[in-house]
C-alpha cells in the first residue's frame, strides 16, 4: 500500500468532519447554558472564562488519553443538565461555595467508578425519576424562551423558525444555526461584541473551595445524580451500541478525576457525551471500527483549541443582552427537555411519582436553604416507596 494510500485510510476527510461537527454542536450548542450558570453563580466574567477554559481542557485532554489507551472513539462533553442545574439556582450561596459542590459532585463520581457496588447501585437509580428532575431543572428555561418574547418579538420569533426548520432539515446543525442567526441580527443592531476585559486566549482562574452542607446537598449531590444518570450512563450505552466494550467503572473514573482536577477552575463537570458522542462513533466517522479511536483523539484536539481561544468565545455570550441569551438558551434545552419528558413517562407504574418530582423541582420550591432539586428527589423516591410498598386493598 502507497503511503498517500495508507494516509487516506487511516485518516480519511470524515475523521475530521465527524469531530468537527461534534465539537461545534457540542460547545455552541449549550455554551450560552453555562455562561448563564456562571452568572447565576455569582462568578466574575474572568471566572466564567476560567469555567469554560477548564471545561474545554478537561474534554480535551482526558478524551485524547482515553481513546488512545482504549483504542475507542471516547467523547467526552461538559454536563448540560447540570449546567442546567447550576443556571437556576436562587440560592445566592456564592461562587466559592458552588466550586465546592463541584469538588464533592466530582469526588462522588470517583467513588462510582471506584467502587464496584456503588456503580451497580447507580445504574439502579429509577430512570423516571432522574429524568423527571432533569426535565423539571429544564422546564423553566424553555419556558422562560417564552416569557422574554414580547421584548423581542421579531428576533425571537426569528430565531425560532430557524430552529424548527434547521431540526426538519439538518438537525445536528439546528443549534449553531441559531446562534449564527443570533449573532447576524446583533451585528445589524450594533450590539454584538466581548464582554469589558476579555482577552485573546483562555485563562485559568482558580478558586479556593468553600464547602456548605447547603451547597453540597443542593447542587452537589444533584449535580452527580443527574450527570451521571443523563450523561454517563447514556454515554456507556452509545459505545456499546457502536460495537464497543467501554470499561465502565474506569470511564466513570477518569471523568470524575478529570472533573475533581477542574473544579477549582470553575469547570462544573466534565462526562461521557451522548448525542455528540454519536457523531464520532459510527461507520460514517471512520470505516474502520479498530481506527475509529482516532476521532475522538481528533475531536479532543479541537477542544483543545477551542480552549486556546475560550475568553473571546466566552465573551460573546457575556456580552449578550440577557433576553437573547434566554432565548437561545431556551432553543436549546428544547431536545433534552423533550428527552427527559419522555423517558419520566415510559414506566407507567412509576408515572406518578415521575410527575410529582418534576413538579417539585420545576417548583423551584427551596426549604431550609436547600434548592428544588434535592425536594424533588426526596419527593419521588418518597413516593415510589408508597406507590409500591403499599398493597392496594382488594
Partial sequence: MTAPAFFLRTLPA???SSAAVATVVGFGGTVALVVQAGQALGAAPVQIVSMVTALCLGIGLPGMMLSWRLRMPVVLAWSTPGAALLAASTLGLGWASAVGAFVIAALLMVLTGLLPALGRLAQRIPAAVASAMLAGVLLPFVLRLFTVM??????GIGLLVVFVVARRLWPAWALPA????AFIALMLRGQFGL???AGLFGT???VTPAFDWKAAVSLGLPLFLVTLASQNLPGLVVLRAAGYAPPAGRLILATGAASLVAAPFGAHGVNLAAITAALCTGPEAHPDAGRRW????VYGGFYLIVALFAAP???LFIAMPPAVLAIITGLALIAPLTGALGAMLAEPTSREAAVLTFAATGSGIALFGVGSAFWGLVVGFAALAALHGIRPRA
Fill in 294 to 297: 482516532i476521532v475522538g483523539v
Fill in 204 to 206: 485559568l482562574s482558580p
Fill in 195 to 197: 464582554a469589558a476585559g
Fill in 178 to 181: 441559531v446562534l449564527a442567526a
Fill in 150 to 155: 414580547p421584548g423581542e418579538m421579531a428576533l
Fill in 313 to 315: 468565545l466566552a465573551g
Fill in 14 to 16: 470524515s475523521v475530521f
